[in-house]
């Protein structure tokens, strides 16, 4: 053991080592025993400063495959994202750099492949007695290729070796074009880590006991006579990440890693990227080991249907203007379907069941021979009623067997199946499925290998498809049944393998996909709402982040589709699409607000030649047409395609008249301001009225009307240049079935000292019965006993509709003749400054009242002619001088005029 002292430093300092097995070991004992290393394989990872970095210690003296190269591939991928740092040792070089040395294949395939997968960044190689540094290189047999390898300054693994020290040297005569730099000395590599970057110093011995010792105190800096290696490009360092504050910031938005499209196999990249001191020059997408596309511009997509099913391989780059490139964690999306392949990792769940003893720490699975054995599987991450398509266990063989017999393999039939215990008959208690596979296994010829069973779908579709079923269940398959002979599998306690491989898709009926319905043909002022369906976790429609509700409206063509997600732990997609053409449709303009003078020529409206039909709300079917009274014109219009477009315009004449109301509540008479405006003043009126409306012409150029109910004002307006309109406005209209008053009979009091007057009515229309409401509180529909004054009633039927009365009862009268007793006017109030009211009322029962105002000087100034028997009479003060002012009431029946003063003040 001397050569062993010189781990330790003259001044003690003690060197450990991490060993690898080499050519001249003839078996694994030697070092495992020697070293105590963590695995009696002699391959295994060890780890240095938390997540700096982790070291892969391989060994190529034993099958670099199979379960040394599962091992490599479960252990890179879980520690993929929490480790900085990741470096390989073995000893036989994958491509040698000598003629002596062949190449290795089955290492390349084994272990080049997932250290490019995972991100290894350096490996260090030995066996070949030369000296060796590559550049950065990728396992590609595409173009370019040297021997299956390919420059890549971004993503490749160095390799560097190839064992020089005290063994004979070799001739470096296999250089490559991805090689850096060789030689043939002896030597061995100094490595720097940080966080930052590895530095590797090739270190030239022959001149070691020169050379001085590292300091704790500095131990980065080259001790005094250090020789370095010096490549051919100047350096004598080789850096790896020397730009890791440097490199552009990728972010993937989709796709999501793990990702299944259930219905689709078209797969839309969107990438940001950034570059904190540059530009980024592009983005490259990589699928399954080849370059699909480069983006040189953002935002960076692509959209890509695979030509396979299944796992798909996902690398992203992006590259600065310094040629600094950063890359996205590989990851895996899955097209139409999964895969799942889950091992038992916990000992006690692979168990044995002989007779009703149990046993959950048998270091062998003895199949044939236990009256049942269980495998319990978690983490599936399965969801309920997937279709499984195929689903396999494999057993790694303990020992050699060539007996013939077969096993009978069912699915513990539950929700989730539970952990087993040493409970007696633990296994056999347990529920089955109904389906079932019997396996008659071939002769186990390889202690390590694997067997697989035949397709075990049917039983796990049973399980899978149960109610409680949900991603976080465990699955139990159950071995039962006597055999002549038997098969032995390694256990999880001896560091076994047993994996259950399932493959399952989303085509079944708990997992409908959107459906936006077929390709449409629309008219573009046909606006579209797409609707992808309920009952989804997420929505993204065309791949925009921006729309994420269940609906899309459009109103463009295009192809729209929807990305939708169901409820599931994994993320797992359902797309669909649909080609909407919106057909261009002409455009009718008829115009805003046309004005027109209307003294004899019509107004010419033209929807255009453009369509092949033509509705117009005049009733006419042609492209134009003139009109010649105002009002609000449309036309409807189909094209050649069956689209349709409508316009409307309004036709005013020059004059708009505008009808004003003063006083339109309280009373039988209402009153109006006309106000003309447009054209050119002054106006002129030609009336053709119908019921009661009392017209006068005021200063301020407008027109006071005042009109009775169910009045219709018709009056023709011309201005000075001839134009006209004729304005037409029903007052207060009784429309509809609603009550009406259509007779009365009113019975003077004999004296103002007596009370035996009366009112009788006559009500027709509306929906009887009818009620009555008297201002004296009497709800009859005649009323008697009624002393001098005026009365009023309100007459409502069933459905709530009304019409009002008004009535005066005189005192005493000569029956021949209206005088002081039978006739009433009053004015309130009095003094009058604003409005004021003319209540009156005369015996007889026809429209001939006329009302006069006289100023105190005699003249009339204002007079109302044609008034009803009896009502309130609104009349404007504010037009009248202040001064002493006469009212007169006069009819047909009357002896002579009743007058009333009144007061007119400011």
């Known amino acids: ?533 309920a009952g989804y976790a997420s929505y993204l429609w065309n791949n925009n982040p921006a729309f994420t509700t269940q609906t899309l409206p459009i109103n463009s063509s295009g192809i729209y589709n929807v990305s939708v997600t169901y409820n599931t732990m994994q993320p797992v997609v359902a797309t669909d699409q649909v080609v909407v053409t919106f057909l261009p449709v002409a455009d009718i303009n008829l115009g805003n607000v046309i004005q027109t003078c209307f003294n004899g020529s019509g107004v010419l409206l033209d929807a255009g030649s453009a369509f092949e039909v033509y509705y117009w709300s005049t009733g006419e079917t042609t492209p134009a047409i003139v009109v010649n009274q105002p009002g609000t014109y449309s036309v409807l219009a189909m094209d050649f395609n069956g689209c349709v477009v409508t316009d409307e315009v309004v036709v005013q004449a020059n004059i708009q008249p505008l009808l004003q109301p003063v006083i339109t509540s309280g009373s039988f008479l209402h009153v109006y301001n006309l106000q003309p405006t447009g054209g050119t003043p002054p106006y002129t009126y030609a009336w053709n009225n119908t019921g009661y409306v009392n017209y006068q012409q005021m200063p301020g150029g407008y027109v006071r009307l005042i009109t009775g109910n169910s009045a219709v004002i018709n009056v023709t307006i011309t201005d000075a240049n001839g134009c006209s309109v004729t304005y037409i406005n029903s007052i207060n209209p009784v429309s509809g079935n609603v009550p009406q008053i259509t007779a009365y009979t009113i019975t003077p009091t004999a004296s103002e000292a007596v009370a035996n007057g009366g009112i009788s009515i006559t009500v027709s229309g509306g929906t009887p019965p009818y009620s009555f409401n008297w201002s004296n509180g009497s709800t009859a529909q005649n009323v008697t006993g009624l002393a001098k004054g005026w009365y009023v009633v309100t007459v409502t039927d069933v459905l709530g509709n009304s019409a009002v009365g008004w009535y005066w009862v005189a005192a005493g009268y000569n029956r021949s003749k209206n005088n002081s007793e039978t006739t009433q006017l009053t004015i309130m109030p009095n003094p009058v400054s604003n409005m004021a009211y003319l209540q009156y009322a005369v015996m007889e029962q026809s429209n001939s009242v006329q009302i006069t105002i006289y100023g105190i000087n005699g003249q009339p100034v204002q007079q109302f002619t044609g008034l009803p028997a009896q009502g309130l009479l609104p009349f404007e003060g504010s037009n009248l001088p202040p001064g002493v002012y006469w009212a007169t009431l006069q009819s047909a029946g009357t002896a002579e005029p009743v007058k009333q003063k009144f007061v007119v003040v400011r």
């Open 1 to 533: 053991m001397n050569d062993w002292q010189l781990t330790i430093s003259p001044d003690g300092r003690m060197y450990p080592v991490v060993v690898t097995r080499g050519n001249h070991e003839s078996e694994n004992n030697i070092l495992y025993n020697m070293f105590d290393t963590p695995s009696a394989g002699m391959y295994f990872a060890t780890s240095f400063g938390g997540g700096l970095l982790r070291l892969y210690t391989l060994n190529t003296e034993v099958v670099v495959g199979g379960t040394q190269g599962n091992w490599l591939v479960n252990d890179l991928q879980a520690h993929q994202s929490n480790t900085q740092w990741r470096i390989a040792q073995y000893h036989r070089c994958t491509r040698p750099h000598t003629t002596v040395k062949p190449n290795i294949e089955a290492q390349y395939n084994a272990w080049s492949v997932p250290f490019y997968d995972y991100g290894v960044q350096l490996v260090v190689e030995c066996d070949a007695h030369v000296v060796k540094n590559t550049y950065p290189i990728v396992p590609s047999y595409g173009a370019g290729n040297d021997e299956g390898f390919v420059r890549d300054d971004c993503e490749g693994t160095v390799y560097i070796g190839e064992g020089c020290w005290g063994a004979p040297l070799r001739n470096n005569n296999y250089n490559r074009t991805w090689t850096r730099a060789s030689g043939s000395f002896n030597e061995f590599k100094w490595l720097f880590i940080n966080q930052n970057r590895i530095e590797v110093r090739t270190i030239m011995v022959d001149n070691a006991s020169l050379v001085a010792s590292v300091t704790d105190a500095a131990p980065f800096t080259p001790p005094a006579n250090l020789q370095l290696w010096t490549m051919p490009d100047g350096s004598n360092t080789l850096t790896i990440d020397a730009y890791a504050n440097q490199r552009p910031v990728v972010s993937v938005v989709s796709p999501q890693p793990g990702v299944c499209y259930a219905n689709s196999g078209t797969i839309h990249f969107s990438v940001n990227a950034t570059d904190p001191d540059g530009t980024v020059q592009y983005v490259q997408f990589y699928a399954n080991g080849q370059l699909l596309s480069t983006d040189y511009t953002p935002p960076y997509t692509l959209t890509w249907t695979p030509g396979t099913t299944g796992e798909q391989k996902i690398r992203i780059r992006a590259v600065d203007n310094e040629n600094i490139c950063s890359v996205v964690q590989p990851f895996s999306v899955y097209t139409y379907s999964k895969p799942v392949n889950t091992k038992i990792v916990t000992p006690s769940d692979d168990a044995e069941q002989i007779g009703s003893g149990m046993d959950l720490n048998d270091i062998d699975l003895d199949l044939g021979e236990s009256d049942y054995i269980g495998l319990r599987f978690t983490n599936l991450q399965i969801p309920r009623g997937v279709r499984i398509l195929n689903a396999y266990l494999d057993f790694m063989v303990e020992e050699l067997s060539v007996a013939i017999g077969s096993v009978n393999i069912k699915a513990e039939n539950s929700d989730n199946a539970q952990p087993f215990t040493s409970a007696a008959n633990n296994l056999s208690n347990r529920p089955l499925t109904a389906a079932s596979v019997s396996w008659g296994p071939a002769t186990w010829t390889t202690a390590g290998s694997f067997q697989t069973t035949p397709n075990l779908k049917d039983m796990v579709q049973q399980v899978v498809n149960r109610a409680g079923w949900t991603e976080n269940s465990a699955l139990v398959l159950m071995v039962t049944g006597a055999t002549v002979g038997g098969r032995d599998a390694i256990a999880a306690d001896a560091s076994g393998t047993t994996v259950l491989r399932i493959e399952y898709d989303f085509n079944s009926p708990a997992f409908t996909p959107p459906y936006l319905g077929p390709d449409q043909t629309l008219c573009d002022n046909q606006p579209l709402t797409l609707d992808a369906g």
